[in-house]
Nanobody
Framework: QVQLVESGGGLVQPGGSLRLSCAAS????????MGWYRQAPGKQRELVAR???????TYVDSVKGRFTISRDNAKNTVYLQMNSLKPEDTANYYC?????????WGQGTQVTVSL
């Protein structure tokens, strides 16, 4: 069982920045594909960004050029740097770790973009 602990959420004004972190409790973190998802009230959970064990990265179109996903395998941590935040980025952000049939989720961290 892998535990994922997110941090870094909060309230920020439009145009501001936040950095989310997700620490994983596994010795083989480097083998996992890692992703950040978000879910806004009344909406389905969507993939925001993903980084594979090999370092390949994908983003949902709405965050391209504003968000950056990265990982530090030495610290068992994946990050999501979010710049130029917009009100529509408001959501609960979840960390995901996948390896074959294994799939783990964190508890989520709330991001609110508002004046």
């Amino acid at each position: 069982q892998v535990q994922l602990v997110e941090s870094g959420g909060g309230l920020v004004q439009p145009g501001g920045s936040l950095r989310l972190s997700c620490a994983a409790s596994t010795r083989i973190f480097s083998l996992y594909n890692m992703g950040w998802y978000r879910q806004a009230p009344g909406k389905q959970r969507e993939l925001v960004a993903r980084i594979t064990f090999g370092g390949s990265i994908t983003y949902v179109d709405s965050v391209k050029g504003r968000f950056t996903i990265s990982r530090d395998n030495a610290k068992n941590t994946v990050y999501l740097q979010m710049n130029s935040l917009k009100p529509e980025d408001t959501a609960n952000y979840y960390c995901n770790a996948g390896l074959g049939d294994l799939d783990y989720w964190g508890q989520g961290t709330q991001v609110t973009v508002s004046l």
